[in-house]
């Protein structure tokens, strides 16, 4: 019969010898207590949830109706400036121009959406107020698995709720888009264990210090939800709904997908992978620069392309109507087309 033989934690052979193991883990300087720990993360909870209330909205969406208004729904928002602009979700405000807003210390308040961008599941709001709290925006790229992370928002309609947890992963992709309208990918979002239930949607998750890393989007199951990360890129979305009203983004035409290069093309080019077309929209940009399907694309410009989210992120405001080299893989040979991307509509 074979047995088996548990091994306890690494230790050198001293250690083991002295028996002082326990004893150092016990006086490891840099590790607080179990005591001092639940202290510590008490005090940054209370401290993010203090600071961080007065920029949380409760929003009350409505639509108007023959003889008179009707709810649509409800979720969270958070204050990015002092004179009423207030960042949420775009699925929460969706088929809405209009809703209120009501904040921790009793205003009512009468918002109105500025933009929508269903690409980003991210808009704009403008409140009736010139003396809001602004919530302070910071850099989910800095985020590590396993960090504190603060949620704030309305769940269920209770305003001000506060859970808390940590970091579960990050660089989730998360499907978004207008029912019946462009589907898109949000890149680097982020994954947490702090509870997240309905009406926490637009709400803000923050690190340790109180600034908003993300905007509660989603629940992606029991215990887990997803956050819209605030980056460079959200910033950019967030100034042009400011300006605009909208987001607008540049269109090939195409659907693509991952597939590896032949070898002797990955040789030549220096890489492995490429996008194959999978499918080309008839009279887009694609079709008109002579795309066709099984094509292997493998740069645009001089940028090159191994995913879906590479192409994705290439698709900006700039390269509306400017010709672009298409580099691709045709019948074994590689080949260059000149495609001019059109605007996305939606």
Known sequence: M??????????????????????????????????????????????????????????????????????????????IAPDGYLLTSAHV?????????????GRDLRFTVVGRDPLSDLAVLRADARDLVPARLGDAGELQVGQLVVAIGNPHGYAGSVTAG???????SLP??????????VENVVQTDAALNPGNSGGALADGRGHVVGINTAVAGVGLGLAVPINDATRRIVAALMTDGRVRRALLGVAVGPRPLPPRVAALLGR?????????????????????????????GETPLASADDLQRLMTA?????????????????RTLSVVPAELDG
């Open 93 to 105: 405000v969706e088929g809405s121009a209009r809703g209120g807003a009501s904040l921790v210390d």
């Open 272 to 300: 492995r992978e490429g996008l194959e077309v999978i499918e080309v929209v008839e009279d887009g940009p694609a079709a008109r620069a002579g795309l066709h399907a099984e094509d292997l694309i493998v740069a645009l």
């Open 318 to 334: 700039e390269r509306i109507g400017r010709p672009l080299d298409l580099q691709i893989v045709r019948a074994g040979a590689v």
């Open 176 to 185: 978004v888009g207008r029912r019946g309208g462009p589907q898109r990918m």
């Open 2 to 79: 074979s047995s088996v033989l548990f091994v306890e934690a690494p230790a050198d052979a001293e250690e083991r010898h002295n028996g002082t193991v326990a004893d150092a883990a016990a006086g490891d300087p840099e590790r607080p207590s179990d005591a001092a720990a639940l202290d510590a993360y008490s005090r940054v909870v209370t401290s993010v949830a203090r600071d961080l209330a007065p920029s949380v909205a409760n929003l009350r969406v409505t639509r108007r109706i023959r003889g008179g208004r009707t709810a649509l729904g409800g979720g969270s928002a958070v204050v």
């Open 166 to 172: 940590v970091v579960s992963a990050l660089g989730r």
